[in-house]
């Protein structure tokens, strides 16, 4: 045999998880989550919002087509992509709070991954059974008609969940009906169709079989997460204090060692009054105990595995904090529940802090929930968190109605008319944000010399349509001989107005004289 034979691989083959189910308040809270969560991902687009004859009635439209974003009452437009900005910095601000405070309670409750594998989980055991079924379908090598048939009926019912996903995505940039209509009968853009099929086969195959390999092996989150925890961030553990030394016979053993301790009691006292007291042996097993057993009694963990059958990642957090740990607290529920079969107080799985070791291993009550989560880190992610956003709200309502952009033609710079006069050419873009077509009136702040002209009209005025940008060349002319051109350049303001309601906005420029 070639050395290269007995060379290790490098390679581990994914072993397939099949998470038992499980009931219990963070089980539950996670059912309510994902009911919320994907009822706002498929239901958003069918929402109607009326912004007047002229403009989509789409609640939530990202509109690239027209470069504006829609959200009900709030309309982002392509120079206000700050806003944007501004809402990405606070989710992420959002993650490193709830990271601190919780661990990684977003990718445990929240993160699509997350939601879209618990429902594909639920449709497979709707479909093949619970864990044990499962695991017997899984390891029947024989592809006999009844395992083919769980199988094709599973795969339906993925791919259909993963079809709904894609189709869901893309009316969020379109009118949801009119596209729909268009799918239907073929109708629709190439782009539609392919960015459909695209999220369709990756929510098949992330959902269905990578799982949790996203979250080990693609998401970045896990590798970065140590950075935004510390000793006192709540997080999902195991009191190993408490639990240890554990065994399936904890239970038994307990109540075997109580009634030993009562009988090597009682012959420590002697013959009672009643009689003589005849010696009984101690059974052999109870001098196998270790000595914790035996001087302190077992742990109230009885390996019974509850904790890592209900893994969606397939871990034991009786190993301690891991890389893989989503937070998703489903540990906790089946560790309670074997806790309350046992009669042994809940908690030996729970979320804790590791700086309340030391106090719980003396006795002592851990400290309040709020005292962790509450602590100089996340109150300086909460108040940073609040002040983005409250500059938002602020800039949000500070912003006008109408705005204007101002681009100087530089070829040529300026032109000398034939009178003498020199004219300079920009590019002026309104803004009209109404719902309605507005007239808008163009003037000048500068020297009195100097005076405008629209292109295409003889007068200063010229009508916006509703919610457009609209391109109008405007001319500024020095007569001959006045100082603007002679001079190198001259500051100028070009004024808007708003005929209808008054209101006004500028922006600055310069004109280029002949600089003699």
Same mark, same amino acid.
């Given at each position: ?8 691989s ?12 499980v009931?219990?308040?963070f ?13 706002i ?7 109607r919002?009326?912004?007047g004859p002229?403009?989509p009635d ?6 690239l087509?027209?470069r504006?974003?829609?959200f009900?009452?709030?309309?982002i ?6 806003f944007v900005a501004g ?6 601000l959002?993650l490193f709070?709830f990271t ?5 309670v977003?990718?445990?409750?929240a993160?699509?991954?997350t ?5 594909f989980?639920l449709?497979?055991?709707w ?8 695991l017997?379908l ?8 009844r ?8 795969w ?10 894609g189709?869901?995505w ?11 209509r268009?799918?239907v009968?073929?109708?629709a853009?190439?782009?539609?169709y392919?960015?459909m099929?695209?999220l369709?086969?990756?929510t098949?195959?992330f ?5 949790e390999q996203?979250?080990?092996?693609a ?9 935004m ?12 204090? $408490? ?8 239970v038994?053993?307990?109540?075997q ?11 420590a006292?002697?013959?009672d009054?009643?009689?003589s ?8 097993e109870m001098t ?12 109230d ?9 209900v893994c969606?990642m397939g871990?034991?957090?009786r ?12 540990c ?9 079969k046992i009669?042994?107080? $809940?908690?030996?799985?729970d ?9 719980e291993?003396a ?5 309040s929930v709020?005292s962790?989560?509450?602590r100089?880190r996340t109150?300086?992610y909460t108040?940073?968190?609040a ?6 709200i602020f800039a949000l309502?500070i ?9 100087p033609?530089?070829n040529?710079t300026?032109?000398t ?11 002026v $873009?309104l ?10 009136k163009?003037?000048l ?5 100097l005076?405008?002209?629209l ?5 200063q005025s010229?009508?916006?349509p509703?919610?457009?940008?609209f ?9 001959p001989?006045?100082?603007p ?14 005929l ?6 500028y922006?600055?420029?310069?004109f280029?004289g002949r600089?003699?």
């Open positions: 045999m070639s050395d290269t034979d007995n060379t290790p490098l390679y581990a083959a994914r072993e397939p998880i099949f998470p038992r189910r009931s219990g308040n089980r539950n809270l996670k059912w309510i989550i994902l009911a919320v969560t994907l009822g991902y498929y239901i958003t687009p069918w929402i919002w009326d912004r002229s403009l789409q609640a939530v439209l990202l509109d087509a027209n504006r974003f829609y009900f009452w709030i309309e437009w392509p120079h206000e992509f700050y809402l990405l910095i606070m989710a992420g959002g709070l601190s405070a919780l661990g990684r977003w990718c445990g409750y993160c699509p991954q939601v879209w594998t618990d429902l989980i449709v497979e055991r479909i093949e059974g619970d864990r044990n079924a499962r017997r899984h390891r029947q090598k024989k592809m006999d008609l395992k083919a048939r769980l199988r094709l009926t599973k339906v019912a993925w791919f259909l969940i993963a079809l709904a996903t189709g869901a893309i009316f969020y940039f379109a009118d949801a009906p009119t596209l729909l268009d799918l009968t073929l109708n853009h190439p782009v539609a392919t960015t099929l695209v369709t086969g990756t098949f195959l959902g269905g079989f990578a799982r996203i979250c080990i092996y998401c970045p989150w896990p590798r970065i997460q140590a950075a925890m510390d000793e006192d961030t709540l997080t999902v553990g195991y009191r190993y204090w $408490r639990g240890e030394p554990r065994g399936k016979g904890n038994r053993r307990r109540s060692a109580q009634a030993h301790k009562a009988e090597a009691e009682a012959q006292s002697g013959p009054l009643g009689g007291y005849a010696r009984t042996p101690v059974p052999n196998d105990l270790t000595p914790e057993a035996t001087d302190q009694g077992p742990g963990c009885i390996d019974c595995m509850a904790c890592v059958n969606p871990i034991d957090i190993d301690g904090q891991q890389m893989e740990c989503i937070t998703c607290a489903l906790i529920d089946a560790c309670d529940d074997v806790m309350a009669g042994k107080p $809940r908690g030996l799985i979320y804790l802090a590791l700086s309340d070791e030391d106090r291993r006795g002592n009550t851990p400290r709020w962790h989560v509450f100089p109150v300086l108040v940073l968190w002040a983005v956003g409250l500059g938002l309502f912003r006008p109605d109408i705005d204007l952009t101002v681009a033609v530089r040529p300026f032109v008319m034939s009178d003498g006069s020199i004219r300079n050419t920009y590019d $873009r803004r009209n944000k109404h719902g309605e077509a507005r007239m808008f163009l003037s702040k500068g020297h009195p010399a005076r405008v002209q292109e295409g009209t003889p007068y010229v009508m916006v509703a919610d457009t940008a391109l109008q060349r405007v001319y500024i002319i020095a007569p001989g006045a100082e051109a002679q001079a190198e350049t001259s500051d100028v303001r070009i004024w808007v107005e708003d209808s309601s008054g209101e006004r906005a922006k600055d420029t310069t280029n600089g003699n």
